[in-house]
């Protein structure tokens, strides 16, 4: 408010206040309290947003490259891990180390755990650890290597121990690795995984090509719509915005049973298509449970986002600018190319980078009428979470995910800016 | 000036109705797989547990209550006390140790005084479960959709040529690779030594991806008879109960074919530090007892657990349907059945999960 | 938008094709929400329509869906209606439990995300606030990460701080994710604010108090309350934080209706589904209210 009346610099120097002070410094003064002032008005929600939401996905980034669970159960291995960097099966001594946590293991009921951090990386290995922490206790040094060897053969395979040796560290960046279909081979060489296990990339590719075309499918049908709604005289356009901001203010879960309703092969669009005899009874076309289904349900769930930035800049175009320019001899088609499509570039920019962002995180609408083809990376990230419980590995998932959308919401602050975001 | 009155009186509000959220004494909490399989469990176990005890029991489903238990014992808020989970889930979390110790010897006899440990069907008892079902994944079809010859081998589910249309399953490696296995001519002593190898996967992949443009996949139970019901699919994995109940109570033309059916145990447990334990151990005790198991039978097509129970399955509860001739257990049914090997899920669910995850996303 | 008289055949023919693609449109974003308001109504379980309907037979139609909203979960549905049912609803039936839920998470997030939110709002909107542009993008940014990640972050972070399963954790989630849409209501009401309008209130005496009661809030108080229905809805409508961070407890509509549609489709969802959209259109007209209200004071500031 001080900065209203701000002097001219070349004043300020002689101007002094009422109580003798001089200007500048006062008003320095009155400036830093009313930033002092605007922040504390922002102090609390901040603190709020970075406990509930900032920590908690700091805490998730920090999963993905923490994973204490064999450094915590098999400290002995672990400790002559990081004292016998050599590779390979290791000698009595490690094998005692490993006999001695094993039999630990087994008493704290832990070693289950251990077997299945290890069965992440090596298949088979947790009946492997079970198995012999139950022998472990009835095996008497100083031959552990030779006892455990008799138990199971397996204990002679190098791939198992680099496993175990990677996995001792609790700081890695294998779920990251994984995450991006990479492993470690029997000489812990870095290598893809076998071409037929190979499914992260493939998804998040699918997940981009799958949001752009949503993105650009939204973005066709936006655009004749908002034109004319930024055209119409206002008692009609705002008549016709209640079909665009009912489908808006229409609960996720509503928008997607609706379309199941619709794309079943005994739904609705199938029946219309039999009735008019386009198809037979037994010809019912499947329109839900693959990619198809993802892409129309999702576009009508985010076609709302596209058509509201769009409209609002469209509205600001005055109309006296094509008229202009088709005055001066241009065809409708050129004014409309040349005039107008540029004037609402900023509105597309604005709509296609919300969509875009939106639609790489989605995840009810895919897992409802998507099926298998039509899976995003989010699904999967699910899957880890609550069926295969590789807590780590979900973590590196939504890890790569968060960073393009961030990589995009910058985009999109520096293009659009975030103080032209606006609803209804 | 008013607004900001109501606010806060709305925040008061609240504030006194977030009490409600903590459980009084006396009541557990049992989480199972919804459907006709809880009502089934609620009749039989819940209604006459809560009736004999004084106590309350609250259902809850999950559509895998294995996975929530992790969540809720790693994270030491746990709000279930007993849960229904696959046999291969109890044993592997009692081996992390996510679950309490349950002892054998405090289970009731049966009723001529056999013990609990010798009147279990073997493997019925572990360390940390309790088996109350024997059930089964069989495959089933609706009689009226498919005219003339009826599928009857495993195979026929993999012949889309011979039956045409759409197949459902569940999503998950396990059940479908055993099937495809014993579909591709594998004998059942065999399929898991087969699966067993990289290319006994390969092999069960192979016979899935024939059939793979037509699958509907399908993840919580109920959802396999509503697929056939919504004539979705002409041909479905289920679990065989929860078929026989939309044949028998909702009167639908399903059958099923028990040919290569994969069998496996339902197990009570107690996830560790469960809020009331001692009432929820008093639950399965009673619930995995002669009676109540045999009673479970009359409302779905579930074997019990104990041996002493077969004597006490007798007819539906419609009063007409005779319980013995559905039983997975019915010597007629298991002509070429396939047990579950517990052991060979804990060591290889994560790997064939992957696997299958991979080969299902690749279009 | 009409034809000018002087349009040739070929932009005549244009601008009806024109109209047609965009009537299309608008039917491909309204058909789907309309079409399952008939289907809700249906005497058979099936998600389509019957001879029945189409041919307008009363037969065709029931409130048997309707009523399995009040029944199912109930304990004993088959007893007399009178008192001691409707207690039974009260207490068991599924749906019910799940709409006391959401109501109370909805109206105890949007309280907190609305009086925190505007509070931040008076403050960003301040040309002097330091670092503005940035910490306004962290404050939206609950708005554009995926909620399955912010859903990931929560049930970690809750199992770790013994909020997992509490009403208190989910609405402080669902107060989080509310704040954006507050925020920006709330800034973008004040933008078109005159600040000579607080300045003069203060010059004439008022304390800082009075000139918030007084001037600020009456006139940003549409935005305030349209940002507070954004929020109660963004809770209403959630699900996969709660589908992570919820218990039986807090089963919410949006958590019952996810559980109906994977287990059993009946058409008892189709009914929620309507009685929903209603919800919506309620909240729409009282957005559009507002709406006006806030262009009609506007219009007394110039600015």
Redesign the interface.
């Known amino acids: 408010?001080a900065?209203a009346n701000k002097p001219s610099p070349e004043t300020e120097t002689t101007l002094v206040m009422a109580d003798g002070q001089p200007l500048k410094k006062a008003l320095t003064r009155a400036?830093r309290r009313?930033?002092l002032?605007?922040?504390?008005?922002?102090i609390?929600?901040?603190a709020?947003?970075l406990v509930?939401?900032?920590?908690?996905?700091?805490?998730?980034l920090y999963?993905s490259i923490h994973n204490p669970v064999f450094s915590d159960y098999m400290p002995r291995l672990t400790a002559y891990f990081n004292t016998h960097p050599e590779e390979g099966v290791p000698n009595e001594e490690g094998f005692a180390a490993l006999v001695l946590d094993l039999i630990d293991a087994k008493k704290n009921r832990t070693v289950g755990r251990v077997g299945t951090r290890i069965n992440y990386d090596r298949a088979g290995s947790s009946s492997l650890f079970k198995s012999s922490a139950r022998k472990a206790a009835k095996f008497k040094g100083p031959s552990y290597k030779e006892s455990l060897l008799e138990h199971r053969q397996d204990w002679a395979d190098p791939k198992l121990w680099n496993v175990m040796r990677r996995a001792a560290n609790a700081h890695t960046f294998d779920f990251y690795l994984a995450a991006l279909d990479f492993t470690h081979d029997a000489n812990g060489n870095l290598i893809k995984v076998e071409p037929e296990r190979r499914i992260y990339i493939m998804l998040f590719l699918r997940t981009f090509m799958l949001s752009t075309l949503i993105a650009g499918l939204c973005l066709l049908?936006a655009f004749?719509?908002s034109h004319?709604l930024a055209?119409?005289?206002l008692r009609y356009s705002n008549l016709?915005m209640?079909?665009?901001?009912?489908?808006f203010?229409?609960?996720?879960?509503?928008?997607?049973?609706?379309?199941?309703?619709?794309l079943?092969s005994?739904?609705?669009l199938n029946?219309l298509l039999v009735a008019i005899g386009l198809i037979g009874d037994d010809g019912r076309i499947q329109l839900m449970y693959n990619q198809f289904g993802t892409i129309i349900a999702m576009t009508?769930i985010l076609?709302?986002f596209m058509i509201l930035p769009l409209y609002s800049v469209m509205k600001t175009i005055p109309p006296s600018y094509m008229r202009a320019a088709r005055s001066l001899g241009a065809t409708?088609f050129t004014a409309f190319v040349k005039v107008y499509f540029p004037l609402t570039i900023p509105g597309i920019g604005a709509g296609t980078l919300l969509v875009f962002?939106l639609a790489?995180?989605?995840?009810?609408t895919p897992a409802?009428v998507g099926g298998s083809s039509g899976e995003l990376i989010?699904n999967q990230?699910?899957f880890h979470?609550q069926s295969s419980l590789n807590?780590s590995l979900?973590?590196a998932l939504?890890a790569i995910?968060?960073f393009g959308?961030i990589l995009l919401?910058w985009l999109y602050?520096r293009l659009i800016g975030?103080?032209n975001?606006?609803?209804? | 000036?008013k607004?900001l009155k109501l606010?806060a009186s709305?925040?008061l509000a609240?504030g006194l109705?977030?009490p409600a959220?903590t459980v009084s004494a006396g009541e557990i909490?049992v989480m199972s797989w919804?459907?006709a399989y809880t009502k089934s469990q609620v009749e039989a176990y819940h209604k006459p547990w809560m009736a004999k005890t004084g106590h309350k029991l609250?259902s809850?489903?999950s559509?895998n209550p294995g996975a929530?238990i992790k969540?809720?014992v790693?994270?030491?808020?746990v709000?279930i006390d007993v849960a229904d989970v696959e046999y291969s889930d109890a044993v592997r979390y009692c081996d992390e140790g996510l679950l309490e110790p349950i002892d054998a010897k405090s289970l009731p006899s049966a009723i001529d005084g056999t013990s609990a440990e010798n009147d279990f069907i073997k493997g019925g008892i572990t360390d940390c479960g309790v088996a109350n079902i024997v059930w089964s994944t069989i495959f089933a079809y609706d009689a009226d959709k498919i005219k003339g010859e009826k599928p009857k081998t495993i195979a026929d589910f993999f012949n889309t040529s011979k039956f045409p249309g759409k197949r459902g399953m569940r999503k998950g490696a396990k059940a479908n690779l055993e099937m495809a296995l014993m579909a591709d001519g594998v004998a059942v002593a065999d399929v898991y030594k087969v699966l067993g190898s990289t290319a006994g996967v390969k092999r069960a992949l192979g016979k899935l991806d024939s059939i793979k443009s037509d699958i509907v996949w399908w993840?919580?139970g109920?959802?396999a008879p509503?697929l056939l019901a919504?004539g979705e699919v002409v041909m479905t994995t289920a679990y065989n109960g929860r078929i026989f109940n939309a044949a028998v109570s909702e009167n639908k033309p399903f059958a099923i074919v028990w040919d290569g059916q994969v069998l496996d145990f339902d197990m009570f447990v107690i996830p560790k530090g469960a809020p009331n334990k001692a009432l929820a151990l008093d639950f399965i005790k009673f619930a995995t007892s002669t009676k109540p198991l045999a009673d479970q039978a009359k409302y779905i097509a579930y074997g019990p657990a104990r041996k002493s129970s077969a004597a006490f399955v007798g007819l539906f509860k419609d009063g007409k349907t005779k319980m013995a001739p559905h039983m997975p257990t019915a010597p007629a049914n298991l002509k070429n059945a396939l047990v579950n090997n517990f052991e060979f899920w804990a060591d290889n669910a994560s790997e064939l999960n992957e696997r299958f995850n991979a080969w299902i996303a690749a279009n | 938008?009409a034809l000018p008289p002087h349009a040739s055949l070929g932009?005549k023919s244009?601008h009806y094709c024109?109209?047609i693609?965009?009537a299309l449109?608008?039917l491909?974003?309204?058909a789907?929400?309309l079409?399952?308001i008939p289907?809700s109504f249906n005497t058979e379980p099936?998600?389509?329509?019957t001879y029945e309907m189409l041919t307008f037979d009363p037969k065709g139609y029931s409130l048997r869906w309707y009523d399995n909203i009040l029944t199912f979960g109930m304990a004993e549905p088959d007893r007399p209606r009178n008192n001691a049912w409707w207690d039974d609803v009260w207490a068991n039936a599924a749906w019910f439990h799940a709409f006391k839920n959401s109501l109370?998470i909805g109206?105890?997030a949007t309280?907190?995300a609305?009086?925190?939110?505007t509070?931040?709002a008076?403050?960003?909107s301040?040309?002097?606030?330091?670092f503005r542009?940035t910490?306004?993008?962290?404050?939206?940014?609950?708005m554009?990460?995926?909620?399955?990640?912010?859903a990931?972050?929560?049930?970690?972070?809750?199992?770790?701080a013994?909020l997992?399963?509490?009403?208190?954790g989910i609405?402080?989630?669902h107060?989080?994710l509310g704040?954006p849409?507050v925020i920006?209501?709330v800034?973008?009401t004040l933008?078109g604010f005159d600040?000579s309008l607080s300045?003069a209130a203060a010059s004439l005496g008022a304390s800082p108090v009075t000139v918030f009661?007084k001037v600020i809030?009456p006139l940003i108080?549409p935005g305030v309350i349209?940002g507070a229905l954004?929020s109660f809805?963004t809770s209403?409508?959630e699900?996969?934080v709660v589908l992570?961070v919820a218990?039986?407890?807090?089963q919410t509509i949006?958590l019952q209706?996810?559980?109906g549609?994977?287990?059993?489709?009946s058409p008892t969802?189709?009914a929620v589904?309507t009685l929903?959209?209603i919800v919506?259109?309620a909240?729409?007209t009282v957005?559009e209210l507002l709406?006006r209200r806030s262009e009609r004071l506007r219009g007394l500031s110039p600015g």
């Open positions: 408010m900065m400036m009313a930033r002032r605007a922040f504390l008005l922002v609390p929600l901040l709020f947003v509930t939401f900032a920590l908690p996905i700091g805490q998730m999963l049908l004749p719509v004319l055209n119409l005289p016709l209640i079909l665009v901001l009912l489908p203010w229409t609960s996720l879960l509503v928008r997607t049973t609706s379309w199941i309703t619709l079943q005994q739904g609705v029946d009508h076609l709302p409708p962002i790489i995180g989605y995840y009810i409802l989010s990230i699910a979470m807590w979900a973590a939504g995910l968060l959308v919401y602050a975030i103080d975001m606006k609803f209804g | 000036m607004t606010v709305a925040t609240v109705l977030l959220a909490t919804g459907g609250k809850v489903d559509p929530p969540a809720q790693t994270a030491g808020k709000s993840e919580a109920a959802q509503q919504d | 938008m932009e244009w024109y109209l693609i965009c449109i608008f491909f974003l309204i789907p929400i079409v399952i289907l099936y998600f389509t329509f109370i109206i105890a309280t907190f609305t009086v925190l939110g509070l931040a008076l403050g960003l301040r040309p002097e606030m330091p542009r910490i306004m993008a962290l404050l939206i940014s609950p554009i990460v995926p909620l399955i990640i912010t990931t972050g929560l049930f970690f972070f809750y199992a770790a013994g997992a399963h509490t009403y208190l609405v402080m989630a107060a989080m704040i849409f920006i209501t800034t973008a933008t600040h300045r009661h809030l108080l349209s954004f809805v209403f409508d699900v996969v992570f218990s039986y407890d807090q949006p209706m996810w559980n549609i994977r287990e059993q489709i969802i189709l589904a929903l959209v919506s259109i909240l729409l957005l709406r």
